[in-house]
């Protein structure tokens, strides 16, 4: 082995042997990052740790696998991994802030289940145009939850208004829906202006960014206007149907207990 090492020039020995304990093997990738990926440099980077555990490797000789694209990749793999669980965390957080609040499980289920669709629909409009998770987009999830509750929230207030003046479910969100429909589609515009200026950007992650906010908001607004209305009446309509059955049952007479000639209950 000494004898070997001598042949190679010193200042090419010296990239590569560090002192007698150590040696790279340089595994040339090209431009991993923008090339490969995250995906394909993780499958990679377990193809590589195979190879290496089936290797009978000599007495006292260890491999580690280290380099840019190692570390980037294991820095943001755990950055992405846990979109899930921030989603989910935000979830519970707005359900549990709105049941606090109205004490009515239908106001705080509603604009939830709403957002939860959007949630799925990004994820759907991601993979079919090949966009892969980032650190920036990992946070979609939880951000889109925040802003597009906000308009159901609106529309709900102004549904339950006009139902409390009297108004059946369809009426109420006709009406809620023309009102301030304009002020929540506004407010939507101007959201997806703000962050339409991320498409300009010359960094791809702060772009792909930028066209997947926009997606999103976009995606909460059509919610918002079309899916929004029909659960809410749906489920409105659901315990009023419910309510009049309790009421019902509660009025319906005992017919256990029949009263007789004389007018005393008798038990039948």
């Known amino acids: 082995m000494d004898a070997i090492l001598q042949t190679i020039p010193e200042s090419t020995r ?3 042997i560090y002192g007698r304990t150590t040696a790279l093997i340089n595994l040339g990738i090209g431009d991993a990052i923008s090339g490969l990926g995250l995906p394909r440099i993780d499958r990679l980077i377990r193809l590589v740790k195979d190879d290496v555990r089936w290797t009978q490797l000599p007495p006292g000789v260890t491999v580690t696998i280290t380099g840019n694209p190692v570390a980037m990749t294991t820095v943001l793999t755990a950055l992405t991994t846990g979109r899930r669980m921030m989603t989910f965390i935000g979830l519970i957080l707005i359900l549990g802030g709105l049941f606090l609040l ?6 705080a289920i509603v604009p939830v289940l709403t957002m ?3 949630i799925g629909w990004s994820g759907g409009v991601m993979y079919a145009l090949g966009m892969d998770y980032t650190p920036m987009t990992a946070t979609l999830g939880a951000l889109i939850l925040g802003i597009g509750s906000e308009y159901a929230v609106m529309m709900m207030e102004r549904y339950f208004e006009e139902r409390e003046n009297g108004l059946v479910p369809i009426d109420a969100i006709r009406v809620s829906t023309g009102k301030i429909g304009v002020a929540i589609l506004a407010s939507g515009c ?3 202006a703000g962050f339409s200026a991320l498409l300009a950007s010359p960094f791809s992650l702060n772009r792909n960014f930028g066209i997947i906010t926009v997606i999103d908001v ?5 919610a918002s ?11 409105d309509r659901m315990r009023e149907g419910w309510r009049a ?10 017919r256990t207990k029949q009263p007789n000639r004389t007018g005393k ?3 039948g």
Do not use: C, M, N, S
């Open 190 to 192: 101007t959201t997806l």
């Open 218 to 222: 976009l995606l909460a607004l059509i």
């Open 225 to 235: 206007f079309f899916v929004f209305p029909v659960l809410i009446v749906w489920l």
């Open 265 to 267: 209950g008798i038990t």
């Open 102 to 107: 109205y004490r009515d499980w239908l106001k």
């Open 245 to 254: 059955r309790k009421v019902a049952k509660i009025q319906e007479p005992d």
């Open 116 to 118: 939860t669709l959007v």
């Open 14 to 16: 010296d990239r590569y």
